[in-house]
């Protein structure tokens, strides 16, 4: 039999089972922990920890749901048997995609700028700038709370949202170097054809680069989203007060109001299912273009 024919056959079907076996294990233990909180969420706190081991939840209920979003009647007998904690979720969730947006946005148009001059323009010491730009990532980000912080609270912006999204809100050395790798791979013949026709860098950047890394862009987007709506430290640090307190730092809050010391585990479980629907919206919405942009190519 000709070797060339056995690497030509297609796999058996046992093999792939085995790999829709595997995928199906990653699948579960990537979402089992989702499925947890969204079994405490349905679960009545009464009767929480004598159902734990079960499976589904026993006695669903949407009690948990509805009183994190205050739909709940201030004299429905239910919140008398038990303390609950009180959070304002619309205004912790208005907060967070505000601080999000403000952490995003100037953050990719920055580092997008900056990529492209480093992959693009030539100049006295690019190379040396751009490595120094990367050292930057071997810095932990715990080191600069202090002196951040101290310049926030000297800029007189504690407990606000610019204060809250400063240190994000710039270009950063894994975008600079993400968005990088990806103008590299544009062909310089458009960008040079673009210059003979007498289009200058900017116009170029905007009309040929950025709509040619749609999907390295949304890649980038969603990585930061993830990253910025999941923050607590320094939004903790710097703002505390109601009116800015975003998701986790709400959520926070709310578990430290449960009297006895015991945490409201169905009531913090519903914060953090409603929590997620946001970024599962902007995976559903955007998926498609994180896998795109590993697959990408360069234009055809």
Known sequence: ???????????????RWCGYLVLALF??????????????ALSDSRTLFSSASSFLPQDPTLFNLQR??????PADPRLAQMSY?????YRALVNSVIFTLLAVIPQIACSALAA?????????????VFSLFLSATMIPSVVLFIPNFILIKDLGWLNTFQGMAAPY??????????LRQMFLSTPRELEECALVDGASYLSIFFRIVLPLH???????????????????????????????RVMSVAINAFRQQQAGGTPDWSG?????????VPIAILLVLFGRKVVESFQYSGPK
């Open 1 to 15: 039999m000709n070797t060339m024919d056995i690497s030509l056959r297609p796999p058996s079907n046992l093999g």
């Open 27 to 40: 699948a579960a233990v990537s979402l089992g922990p989702i499925w947890i909180a969204v079994k405490t």
């Open 68 to 73: 994190v979003l205050g739909l709940v009647n």
């Open 85 to 89: 904690g009180k959070i304002d979720f």
């Open 116 to 128: 492209y001059a480093f992959a693009r323009l030539r100049f006295t010491g690019s190379r040396l």
């Open 169 to 178: 809100a710039l270009m950063t050395p894994f975008a600079v170097f993400f």
């Open 214 to 244: 749609r999907s390295a862009l949304a890649t980038l987007t969603i990585i930061t989203s993830l990253s910025a709506w999941n923050e607590f430290f320094w939004p903790f640090l710097v703002g505390r007060s109601e009116p800015v």
């Open 268 to 276: 913090l479980m519903a914060c953090t299912v409603l929590g997620i």
